[in-house]
């Protein structure tokens, strides 16, 4: 097979591009554009011989897109007008402006690409820019696919939901894109963004009636059944297989703060090496606490149970000195990085903060999900 020339349009820290060597698929990005300056300084850090352009996309004209001549095209828009717990602006948020000009611009290319991947939140798939994507792409005579797949449809123990669309310009169907993935959105029942606050029960809360986990943090039955039901999925890997040798992590960097732990206790989502689920970690992770991503109990000889039930009848330093005893951490940004699919090779430049490391990674997108739908795109 000849190298695809492939145009990666909002390329962040180059989870498309890596998603690409991943395929195995012969390609050759012939430009990334991105406006994110970290993201570029990462992106350039990993892909040196790549072009990128520090452009907005709407600023880049047709004939500039004409000479690149590309059969590919790799998306994945702003999040933040789709995004459930956003204002969920649309086509009416200025951020969807570059996308809009995607789709007015592609029927008028002197040569429409082949092939188009895209990737957005739950819930672009009931936009109004989802809804311009289909007619754009029908009036261009693609044929196309959806589907709603999170990383643990691949093994990988960790929840992030995400729409993908697939298109070709053909007479023939797309492959059947969820023949990749058994059950890809049934497989993905977590929350993207838990709110425990929603149904809080005091911990100290006994037996839930009909038997089952006893309640001991802010959480429902529902949430201790789905969390167990998780970890005993033994077709998702074990958390323990994405982190980093003990020695390599420096354990002040990440712990929780104390005020943090007494605060936030009752709200934070917690797992074990051995567990097979982490939540999906945003990109507020290490400055939130809520719904922001997982944090690890590094001390699996204490029992959370022990910890945590009837903890609001301790004094506030015997609170602490409990919650201690779980050795809770953040995941480190490399731990993130390997949870979203990211290749060893992948790495920092030293001048990129750790909190920035994280923001990027919470925008970015699950590599080994993106290679598996590229894959079955080119099949």
Known sequence: ??????????????????????????????????????????????????PLWN?????????????????????????????????????????????????????RLCRLPRYILLENVKGFEVSCAR????????????????????????????????YFLIAKISTED???????????????????????VLNPLRPGSSQPEGGGCVLYKLETTEDAQRKKDQNNDLSVRQVQDFLEAQQDVVMETYVLAPKTLLRYALLLDIVQPTCRRSVCFTKGYGRYVEGTGSVLQCCT???????????????????????????LRYFTPREVANLMGFPQS???????ATKQRYRVLGNSLNVVVVSRLLQRLLS
Request: include cysteine.
């Open 1 to 50: 097979m000849e190298k695809l020339r492939v145009l990666e349009l909002y390329s962040g820290i180059g989870g498309m591009h890596y998603a690409l060597k991943e395929s195995g698929i012969p390609f050759e990005v012939v430009a990334a554009i991105d406006i994110n300056t970290s993201a570029n300084q990462i992106y350039s850090h990993n892909f040196p011989d790549t």
């Open 55 to 107: 452009k907005t996309i709407e600023g880049i004209t047709i004939d500039d897109f004409n000479k690149l001549s590309f059969d590919m095209i790799l998306m994945s828009p702003p999040c933040q007008p789709f995004t459930r717990i956003g204002l969920q602006g649309d086509i009416a948020d200025p951020r969807t402006k570059s996308f809009l000009y995607i789709l007015d611009l592609l029927p």
């Open 131 to 162: 809804e311009r994507l289909v007619k754009t792409l029908e009036e261009c005579g693609y044929t196309f696919q959806e589907i709603m797949v999170s990383p643990t449809s691949v093994g990988i123990p960790n929840s992030r939901l995400r």
């Open 174 to 196: 797309c492959s059947q894109i969820s023949d990749a993935f058994p059950h890809p959105a049934e497989r993905e029942s977590e929350p993207e963004q838990p709110d425990p």
């Open 301 to 327: 000889e204490t029992e959370m149970e022990s910890v945590f039930s009837g903890l609001d009848l301790y004094s506030e330093e015997d609170k602490l000195q409990r919650l201690l005893k779980l050795q």
């Open 346 to 352: 992948f790495s920092f430049p030293e001048q990129i």
